[in-house]
C-alpha cells in the first residue's frame, strides 16, 4: 500500500474518452491543497476549519476570479488560448469575457458542440467532467465502502424516503475542474419531486484530498433534486437523485433551467419538468463535483466507462488511495453514460 504522503503528491492520470489516451491532470493549485490537507489539517484544525467556511471559500473566489487586479491584461482570446479553451465553442462575443469569473462561466453552443444522441433509453453527463461509476450494492466490483463519500450523509439523514429509494442503487461521480464548462444539464427527462439545499463546508474535491477520508461530497453544502421520470414524456428509469456539490472557492449553485437553449432561466422548483440535455444550474467559480443516483438495476453504465474504470496501468489517486483500481474517464455534457434496463 502506498503511503499517504505519497499518494497524495504523485501524479494522478485518467483516460480521454474520444481517444483512449492516459492523460495527466494539471491538478490547480496542488501544493496549496497539500499543504491545507495535511500540515494545516493536523497543526491547525482551527485554521483548517475556518478556510472551508463559506466566507473563507467566498472570499477566496472573489480574489481569484473578482479582484480588479485580477482584470485580464492582453485580449481574452490569449487567456483563453492559455487554458486552452477551444474558442468555437463559446456563446458569444468573445470581446466580452474580459474577467476570470466570466469565463469560468461561460456558455458555450451546446446545440451544435454536444449534440446527444436521439434515443430515449439514454442517461447523459451532466457535464463536461471525469466521471467514476460507482454503486451502492455490495454484489458488484463497483463497490466501495463509503470511501467516496458517507450515503446517508450524502442524500440527508433526515430523507428517509430517498435513503429507501435509493438503497443499493448506481452512482456516477462527475468531478468538474476549473478550466471546465460549468453549467450542469439534466442527464434524464422527468418531473422534480423534490428540491433541496444542504448545508456544509467547502472542501476541495482534488483528489487528493478526497482520498484523505475527508469525504468532502457528503460534508460540502449541495442541493439535492430528486427527479421522476416515470411519467409522461420521461426517462421511464424510476427515480434520479441529482446532486450538486460546492466545492473550495465556489460561492453557490445557482439554479437556472432552460427548455431552449439558455433562454428564460428559471429556478426549479417541485412539480416542474426538465428535459434531458438542457442546462438546469451554473456553479459559481472553482472546481466542483456532481453525483447522480440510481435506483437498483435501473440502468446499466456503458462498457467504456466500466472498463476505464478498473485499468490498472494509470496512475489515479483513487487508485492508490482506495486500493483498487479507480479511474476516471474524461467525458463531455451530454454524452451517453448509460441505458436503461
Known sequence: MIST?????????????????????DLFFDRTIQTIYSSLREKAPFAFNLLLSARTSALLGYMNYDFPLKKLSGSPQRLLSHLKINTTEIHGSLEDYDTYRKIFERRICYWKCRPMEDNMDIIVSPADSRLLPGSFSKKTDLFIK?????YTELIGP?????????????????????????????????RVTDIYEINGKFHSC???????????????????????????GGSKIGLVAMVEIVALMIGKIVQAYSDIRYDFPKNIKKGDFIQKGQPKSLFRPGSSTTIII??????????DLLENCRKQNVQSRFTSGFGKPMVETDIKVRESIGIKN
Open 158 to 190: 433526515d430523507k428517509n424516503q430517498w435513503l429507501n429509494m435509493f438503497k443499493n442503487g448506481d452512482y456516477a461521480v462527475f468531478r468538474l475542474t476549473p478550466d471546465k464548462y460549468h453549467y450542469n444539464h439534466s442527464p434524464v427527462s422527468g
Open 146 to 150: 463509503e470511501k467516496l463519500f458517507t
Open 206 to 232: 482534488n483528489p487528493g484530498a478526497v482520498v484523505q477520508s475527508v469525504t468532502p461530497y457528503s460534508k460540502n453544502r449541495r442541493v439535492v433534486t430528486i427527479i421522476d421520470t416515470d411519467v409522461e
Open 5 to 25: 504522503a505519497h499518494q497524495y503528491s504523485s501524479a494522478h492520470q485518467y483516460i480521454d474518452r474520444k481517444t483512449q489516451t492516459v492523460k495527466t491532470e
Open 294 to 303: 440510481f435506483q437498483k438495476d435501473k440502468i446499466r453504465f456503458s462498457n
